[in-house]
Each structure stands twice: as structure tokens, then as C-alpha cells.
């Protein structure tokens, strides 16, 4: 298994470690609703030099970005980031991405940890096949790393450590700064439904950058949290995990990816979700808690009276709401909030209620 | 750190312990080495009165955030009664694995089980010897 050049770190931390994409990752330093609750209500700090990135670099960079994303990338100012899906012919998911916009013809897109192989060959296969020879791939992800921030007290802490104000950081855009004398990335994004930051630099800094943050952050109660707590976050705030809501079986429409596809332009996949789209929408995703005790969990089946209608797609415990949600993908007629459903759990049928996406906002 | 292993009572290779009633029945949890494992335990399925089980069948169902676990009987029996407090405070488990956090009570078909489970000694050089 492959390790992060924080793993002595978690360990000496006392992490529980598991499996996740090839690499062992910290599941959890103390317990996950401790963790949970540290970033909701102070910061938390992620290893996440698992995920994979790429540079595509070249004067028509753009254009071949254009063919590949099913998002349009048209006006994305320098420094903006876009979440993205990356469809195959089919309409089928290869992966969701993030695409930073660093400068003119110079983009970093970023991967999850299990796809980024996958990604870079698509990549590298459809720029030949389109022909984009002057465009350059580099999969820089080796030499990369990547920790997130997250929390209403992470703007608090990571100021104490940059020149730049992060005030004029808005949602979804990055700066090129430096940190601790490192060139770093930093964007105001992340994947638990709170402020934070995403920071990139050279893999072998991030020993001395993840100290410095803890150390920085140890004020406001500042918590190393492993990737128990990063999916009960994320599932809260209604993000999607591929391999979970998505794979390339589904296309956006089936998901709450939508809003990510432009029917307008040209890109690998449109014309099968234009015809998806003409013949209309049958399955989507949805949230849902329970109404009885117990927990769904990912592949147990649901039923609406007595038709088998789908399957849960993520669930957990909420440590917020103190109850059991998740996510399923189900018949579109189905989805409306307040909807019954059932979920069959270890042989029994337990009711539970479709809502709205997400569970948990943030006030601002 | 997980608590000492309390010398009253007999273990299982699945971490689960049995207390002898002294009266034909016994009290079962899960060990503290267990529940540290485990971490935030968050529900807990719990078997009917009166439910027939065999040594080392599934008994109970223990679900933290991240993980389902079944928890095994460790003797032949049939379950007398049950902590309902877990229903609302499974973290009871967590706090007091050996005593508030106790799950199932079993009248024994045939107590001579007992001696198949480890003591309290041999529990802890299991822990040791298993990697634990």
C-alpha cells in the first residue's frame, strides 16, 4: 500500500489506519465525532496527498479542457477553480474534478486517489486522438502534496501564517503564495461543508507544513481528522464521493451533477446525455434520513412499499443531527421530499424519509 | 489505552466477556480492549427475550460511525433479558464496557461452556500475542 509523507506523523499520533484507494490513510486519530465536531466547530487539518494532480499546460490548453469537461470553462477567470465531471463516450462518469485555472494556458486538475491513473491516460489518450499534440500532460501528483483546513476557525489560523489577506480570497478561487519560505497553492475550498482552505505544495514540505499548522492552530483547539470524519462531513454537506453516488454506469443527470454539464458546446459524451435528456430523467440521487432506528449503510437495498427501488449509495450516523442519513440513488418519482421510503437492514424493513440535499449548511 | 481485564470473569477470542450469575445464567458485554477499538459506538441491535443461541453465534449487532460488527454469544442459552438503556445511550459501552455497558443476560444450557472461554490472564496474552 502506499503511504503520504505524512504517515510517521499519523502514526505517532496514534491514527487507525485502512485501505482507501491503494493508500494507507488515517480513518481516525481519536474517534470520528470528535473529529466531526472539531471542524464544525473549530478547524480541522486533512491529509489528502492521496488525490492526484495534473498539469495541462499549452496554448490551446483550454480548447482541449473544453472537449474533455462536460462543465463550460468559458470566463474562468485566472485563479478560479471549477468543479467538473469528465464523461466517456456514454455520458458515463470517469471521474469529478477540479479544475484550477492558474494562468493563461496553464491548468492543475486535480483527481480522487482511486481515478487518477484512469485520468491521466483518458487525458493522455484523447488529446492524441483529438489532436492536441502541443498540449502538455504532466501528472505531477508524486510530487505533490495536498492538506485541507477546514473550519470557521481555519481563515484564523492560516492568516497568522500568509502575507496575503485571505479576505480578498473569495469561495472557489486559489492564490500562489508562500508559506514557512514553501511556494504553495492555497484555495478556499475543501469537501465538509465549511470555510477552509485547500493548500498544495512540493510533497516533501508537508511534514513542515503540517506542523506549523497544528502548532499555529493549537489555540483555537485545532484537530488532526482522519477519513471517517471527512465522510461524515462530506455527507452532511451533500458532496458526492465517487465510487459511492457515481461511477461510469451513472451519468451527471442521475446524479446532482446537473448543473455541471453544458448541452451547448461540444465534449466527449454530449450526444448521449442529449439523448438522456430528450428521453428524460429516470433515476436521481437523493438524501434521506431515518424514521426508525438504525443505520443504512452503503448497498442496502430500498423499497417503496413492496418494489425493490434502489440502493443507498452512502450512509452513516450524523455526528451533528445525532441521527442516521444517507444518500440513494432511486426513481425519479420517488425523490420528492418527504417521500417514504424503506430500507431493508439485516433482513428487516425500516422506514425512512426523503430530503432535501444537503443536510447541513453552514450560516454565513 | 484500554481498561485492566476485570479477574471476575471468562473472554472470548471474539472480545466478548461472560459473567457467571452463580445461578445458571450469566451477563455478557464486549471488552473495553474492544470498545476502544471500536471508538464511537452510535447504535446497538439488541436480540428478543427468549431467543435461543448457540456458543459463539451471532447475538447482537454494535455499529460505530464507520462500522457494523456482530457481537457473539459466548455461551448456549436462551436470553433472559437485555439492556434497554443502550437503545438511547449505546455510548454507555464506550464508557463502562464491564459493568453499565453489559448487554445480554443468558440462561445457561450447559454452564461446563465456560471453560472453552479464557480467564482473565489468558485473555490478556491473547491480546499481546494476536498483534493486538
Known sequence: MKQTPLYERHAALGAKFTDFGGWNMPVQYTNVIEEHLATRHGAGLFDICHMGEMEVMGKRAFDFLQRIMSRNLEGQANGQIKLCVMTNEQGGIIDDLTVYKLDDGYYMVVTNAGTREKDVEWLRVKKNELGFDDVQITDISDITGKIDLQGPKAQDILQRLLPDDLNALRFYYAVRTVILNTPVIVSRSGYTGEDGFEIYASADRMGDLWDLILKTGAPEGIKPVGLGARDTLRLEAGMMLYGHEMDETVTPFEVVYGRLVDLNKDFIGCDALRKQKEAGITRSLAGFEMLERGIARAGYKIWKDDREVGAVTSGTYSPTFGKAIGMAAIPIECTPDGTEIQIEIRGGKFRAKVTTLPFYKRKK | ?132
Open chain 2, 1 to 132: 489505552m484500554y481498561k485492566p481485564n476485570q479477574t471476575d470473569r471468562k473472554y472470548s477470542k471474539q472480545h466478548e466477556w461472560a459473567l457467571d450469575n452463580q445461578d445458571g445464567t450469566i451477563t455478557m458485554g464486549i471488552s473495553d480492549y474492544a470498545q476502544d477499538q471500536l471508538t464511537d459506538i452510535v447504535f446497538v441491535e439488541l436480540p428478543e427475550i427468549g431467543r435461543k443461541v448457540s456458543q459463539f453465534d451471532p447475538l447482537a449487532v454494535i455499529e460505530s460511525v464507520k462500522s457494523v460488527s456482530d457481537i457473539y454469544s459466548p455461551v448456549s442459552g436462551t436470553v433472559i433479558d437485555v439492556n434497554k438503556s443502550l437503545e438511547d445511550q449505546p455510548e454507555l459501552i464506550n464508557q463502562d464496557a464491564f459493568g453499565e455497558g453489559w448487554i445480554v443476560k443468558i440462561k445457561m444450557e450447559d454452564p461446563s461452556e465456560l471453560n472453552a472461554l479464557m480467564d482473565a490472564a489468558a485473555y490478556d496474552d491473547f491480546l499481546k500475542s494476536d498483534g493486538h
